[in-house]
């Protein structure tokens, strides 16, 4: 039983990591981050938002169980943003702890991009 219990924290994202699960309902793009985002896993960021190729580029990224980022988040999700406004889609970020809000709303982002309480909210048109 505690091998087990071993096994399943394992996969949980440890500190200084992020792990994103990427899905899709309704025909959006849902990626489930767990983690920090910050300068040293920016590029699993950058890599999971890219919608190139995607034919209706509509991402919801669920960030409740994002435990901490700084601006290489903000940076990442605001090119994100353009990008797929640009081609016709939008991003929006569901459900953001207290203090991942709180950066959101220092600099400004949540005024930029669609941010929602909950991941239902988001998938909601």
Do not use: K
């Not at 793009?29 to 919608?51: C, F, M, P, S």
């Not at 435990?67 to 797929?84: C, P, Q, V």
């Not at 640009?86 to 569901?94: H, I, K, N, P, S």
């Amino acid at each position: 039983m505690a091998e087990g219990e071993m096994a399943d924290t394992e996969q949980l994202a440890q500190p200084g990591q992020l792990s994103v699960v990427s899905n899709t309902t309704d025909g959006i793009r849902v990626l489930t981050l767990a983690g920090e985002i910050d300068h040293d896993t920016g590029q699993t960021l950058r890599q999971a938002l890219d919608a190139s190729g995607t034919p209706h580029p509509r991402t919801v990224v669920d960030l409740s169980r994002v435990t901490f980022m700084d601006s290489t988040g903000i940076n990442i999700f605001i090119a994100a943003h353009h990008t797929l406004t640009e081609a016709g889609g939008w991003l929006r970020l569901a459900a953001p702890g207290e203090a991942v809000m709180r950066t959101l709303q220092i600099v400004g982002v949540d005024s930029v991009i669609d941010c929602r309480e909950t991941l239902r909210q988001a998938l909601t048109t």
